[in-house]
């Protein structure tokens, strides 16, 4: 039980194009989903909370008109990079959490994101 | 200060040993206390949770000392497949966020 995907896995895209990323909890009702960045050789920052039919709240220095988060479902987060530069390049991580765990999280293999 | 600091090693021992992770905490309201484990351009997998009466789970030991915000992780009889980053992670208080450490790495040689 407690899985959760992401899609896509790896994507390359163009500088100024935008890219969606999706967080799917498969087999429980994620009532809190978080997004992390993480560089290489570094750890995961977390970017953003987002709790389900509510706007997301934005760590300090993450943009919240670039990077776009929404949580329509209890199993469903969407992060659209929009405007991606190569700076943007990075492993995004989605976790998930449910009323039960309060602590716990679950999370998502990743997506590679290269903006060439 | 960081929030949360790790050695970032690597930490380089043969199989059949035994090796130690520490890492430090600054905020002393912080509840609760993991180890998690990732492997290269993977997701980090909870190993265990921490508790202040220590835990124990097969070959691995957590403990954690609250007046000295410290936080160990003993790994016993290591296997070439406990080669990974470890991350020590903190929920602070406030947000029931979850605070990375930057990880240590362990390679186990055989």
């Known amino acids: 039980g407690a899985v959760v995907s992401q899609h896509p896995s790896w994507v390359i895209c163009k500088s100024g194009t935008s890219v969606k990323i999706e967080c799917r909890s498969l087999d429980f009702q994620a009532t809190t989903m978080f997004w992390y960045r993480q560089f290489p050789k570094q750890s995961l920052m977390l970017m953003a909370t987002s709790n389900e039919g509510s706007k997301a709240t934005y760590e300090q220095g993450v943009e919240k008109d670039k990077f776009l988060i929404n949580h329509a479902s209890l199993t469903l987060s969407t992060l659209t990079v929009t405007s991606a530069h190569p700076e943007d390049s990075s492993f995004y991580i989605c976790?998930?959490?449910?009323?039960?765990?309060?602590?716990?999280?679950?999370f998502g293999p990743g997506t590679r994101l290269t903006v060439t | 200060r960081k929030e949360v600091e790790q050695d970032p090693g690597p930490f380089n021992v043969p199989e059949g040993a035994t090796v130690a992770f520490n890492c430090t905490y600054s905020n002393s309201a912080s509840q609760s206390f993991f180890w998690y484990r990732q492997d290269c351009r993977k997701e980090p997998k909870l190993l265990m949770s921490v508790y202040s009466s220590g835990n124990e789970d097969g070959r691995f030991t957590a403990q954690l000392n609250r007046a000295s915000q410290y936080i160990s992780l003993l790994i016993r009889d290591s296997k070439l497949s406990d080669s990974a980053t470890y991350l020590c992670?903190?929920?602070?208080?406030?947000?029931?966020?979850?605070?990375f450490g930057a990880g240590t790495i362990l390679r186990v040689k055989s």
């Open positions: 992670v903190v929920n602070m208080e406030y947000g029931n966020k979850l605070v």
């Open positions: 976790s998930a959490r449910s009323g039960n765990t309060p602590y716990e999280q679950y």
